[in-house]
């Protein structure tokens, strides 16, 4: 059950685009569409951005969206803003059973 | 709307047990799988268990070595997390959350802290 590989910290300036990738393996990213991403501000609960490897819940701005290529999922942020400052998480179900988060990146607007 | 209210978290020394209560609310309880995530101090997330609508269906993250059990009784829509056998490296905030279909995390209560410490 190893974490899903994050890079540690990603940043870009006000209206700039950015991706976040998430590497796992064919047993967990790669193996299934059950891919989702999640945003944390410090101090508060996680907040599903992303499911489903590219769907957006309703409420979610469509300046986030998701993608997926072999065992690499990534998190686009287009037009960022100053509020997309926090930590994203990408999160997958395995080939096991089991559940399995990313490293975390924190995401700097600058 | 869902809501979920986590309890139970507090300050408990090395080896001790705690009992994590979680109430829901908003949604037909027994129709969803439920799931623990914790996350340490300055640390990412974590998952910790996860278990079914019925109850039979339950699974554990391997480091947790059979210290924990989770439970639930849908007929007080309550999800609970024991903790046994407790260890520094347990100090978090512990999540009780709510499963979709395709296994996102949809709802998030906000949390209850758990220190271990002596």
């Known amino acids: 059950q190893s974490a899903l590989t994050q890079p540690a910290s990603v940043s870009g300036s006000p209206g700039q685009s950015i991706t976040i990738s998430c590497t796992g393996t064919?047993?967990?990213?790669?193996?299934?569409?059950?891919v989702s991403w999640y945003q944390q501000h410090p101090g508060k609960a996680p907040k599903l951005m992303i499911y489903d490897v590219s769907n957006r819940p309703s409420g979610v701005s469509n300046r986030f969206s998701g993608s997926k290529s072999g065992n690499t999922a990534s998190l686009t942020i287009s037009g960022l803003q100053a509020e997309d400052e926090a930590d994203y998480y990408c999160y997958s179900y395995t080939s096991s059973s089991t559940v399995v988060f990313g490293t975390g990146t924190t995401v700097t607007v600058l | 709307q869902v809501q979920l209210v986590e309890s139970g978290g507090g300050l408990v020394k090395p080896g001790g047990s705690l009992r994590l209560s979680c109430a829901a609310s908003g949604f037909i309880f027994s129709d969803f799988y439920m799931i623990w995530i914790r996350q340490a101090p300055g640390k990412g997330l974590e998952w910790v268990s996860y278990i079914n609508g019925g109850g039979g269906d339950i699974y554990y993250a391997d480091s947790l070595k059979g210290r924990f059990t989770i439970s639930r009784d849908n007929a007080k829509n309550s999800l609970f997390l024991q903790m046994n056998s407790l260890r520094d490296e347990d100090t978090a905030v512990y999540y009780c959350a709510r499963v979709g279909s395709t296994w996102f995390i949809n709802y998030w209560g906000q949390g209850t802290l758990v220190t271990v410490s002596s």
């Open positions: 064919s047993s967990d990213v790669g193996g299934y569409k059950y």
